[in-house]
Every structure is written in structure tokens, then in C-alpha cells.
């Protein structure tokens, strides 16, 4: 009877993509992983990065909790007596800062062999359903945004590819919380890049407006807020006029 864990990605289209974690292969990560989806961080999230031919990096801003702001260490210098699997389509990965150490929650999926990731990017995970879906995602269109770490190009999709949900099923074991880095020195990806709405321009409403109104109409906030009066503030707030 296999007994890892699985998570599964609900996306808003209706698709899902269900991954089997692996937590004799990257304990610490997949502690880290349970420990972020367990909690919601993940629920309501646009997939943020989409390079094709490389990989679909689900998010570079720690999912926009700071709860998830931590970086844990590389699990093979926590753990030198497992050996790291090799990554290619299928896995699921964790993305990280070099020496500085792994991030907490931003996972990606390579979309070719990546030999070179083997040893710094753990894979955690393998999808074992839904392929398709990131295949799919590979083709979206995309558009160029600022990011604050030089020599890094960052496109996201024009039209939000949002996960609804994560579920988990932990198949009746208890994960602890993650092994920090003692020292947290943040990326300035998240800790420099600010939602300022005044600097956005009314043509980014298609892709704004459905993850703001997703927030507001979430448990997160006590009373509902009408789609209609969002719309008029973010209307008001990127008027040049105003």
C-alpha cells in the first residue's frame, strides 16, 4: 500500500494536477511544502512565472504570505545520506536562493531534463496526474514583468491560471514544521516588490480584478465586498485623471 502523501491542485478551469510527494527523497522540503498547503497559502494563488521549454514556476513571492517568507536548508546538506533524484517532467521541484538556502513553498515544474538542478533543487514530488495541464500552461500567453534580481527574465500569463485550492491527503501521518535557516537573508523578491495599484494601468484589471475578488470573497475576510465597488476603486485608483 503506498503510503506518501499527495496533494492535489485544483485549478479554476476544473483541471487538477495531483502530486505524490516523496518524503524519504527531500524530507525537509516536503515538511516544508505540507507545512505552507496544510495552512491555505496556497489556495486562490495565480501562477506567477511560465517559461517555456524550462519550467512552470508557480510563484516567486513566497505565495504572497509572509508567513511563507522563510528559506529552510539545502536537503542535501541536511540529509548528505540520501541521494538526489534527477529532474525532468513529472517531478515537482523546490526552487531556492544558493547559498542563502531554499525557499519555503515556491515549487516549479521542470519542463525538460535538468541535470544541472540536480543536488540544489530538490525534487519532492511526482505529478501523477495531470501532465496535460502543465503542458498546457507551458503554451498560455504571457507578458514581461519587473523583477528585482538582475539577469533573471520573469513572464507571467496574461490571463490568470489561478490554483483554487490545494487539498491534501497525508494518508493519516503527522509532518512536523520545516528546518529553518538560521540566518534569513530574504530575496529582494520579496521583500522589495510591493503591490502599489496606483502604478498599474487600467488594462491590467482582467488580471488583477479576479484575484482580488477571489480574496475578498474568501474566508480570510469577515464580511463579503461587492464585486462591483472593487472594480470602481481599481477603476478610480488607475484613472490618470485622478
Not at 518524503?23 to 498547503?37: C, D, K, L, Q
Not at 523578491?189 to 502599489?196: A, P, R, S
Not at 482580488?212 to 490618470?240: G, M, N
Amino acid at each position: 500500500m503506498n503510503t506518501h502523501p499527495t496533494a492535489t491542485l485544483h485549478m479554476a478551469n476544473g483541471s487538477k494536477i495531483v502530486i505524490e510527494l516523496l518524503p524519504e527523497a527531500a524530507p525537509n522540503t516536503v515538511n516544508s511544502f505540507i507545512y505552507a498547503a496544510s495552512r491555505g497559502f496556497m489556495d486562490h494563488h495565480a501562477i506567477q512565472r511560465i517559461v517555456p521549454g524550462n519550467w512552470v514556476d508557480v510563484t516567486y513571492q513566497a505565495f504572497g504570505h509572509k508567513e511563507c517568507q522563510y528559506l529552510i536548508p539545502n536537503e542535501f546538506e541536511l540529509h548528505p545520506e540520501i541521494e538526489p533524484l534527477d529532474s525532468h517532467p513529472g517531478c515537482v521541484c523546490m526552487g531556492g536562493y544558493g547559498e542563502d538556502g531554499l525557499a519555503s513553498c515556491e515549487f516549479f515544474f521542470p519542463l525538460r531534463d535538468c541535470p544541472d538542478h540536480k543536488g540544489i533543487y530538490p525534487v519532492f514530488g511526482k505529478v501523477i496526474e495531470g501532465m496535460d495541464e502543465i503542458w498546457r500552461l507551458e503554451k498560455v500567453k504571457t507578458r514581461p514583468v519587473d523583477f528585482p534580481i538582475p539577469g533573471v527574465e520573469v513572464n507571467e500569463p496574461v490571463e490568470p491560471e489561478v490554483i483554487e485550492k490545494v487539498e491534501l491527503d497525508l494518508k493519516g501521518q503527522t509532518y512536523p514544521e520545516p528546518i529553518r535557516m538560521k540566518v534569513q537573508n530574504l530575496p529582494p523578491c520579496w521583500t522589495d516588490m510591493k503591490f502599489n495599484i496606483r502604478e498599474m494601468k487600467p488594462e491590467d484589471k482582467a488580471i488583477i480584478m479576479p484575484m482580488v475578488s477571489t480574496f475578498y470573497h474568501s474566508p480570510a475576510v469577515e464580511h463579503d465586498v461587492d464585486t462591483a465597488v472593487l472594480e470602481r476603486t481599481f477603476d478610480a485608483a488607475t484613472d490618470p485623471a485622478m
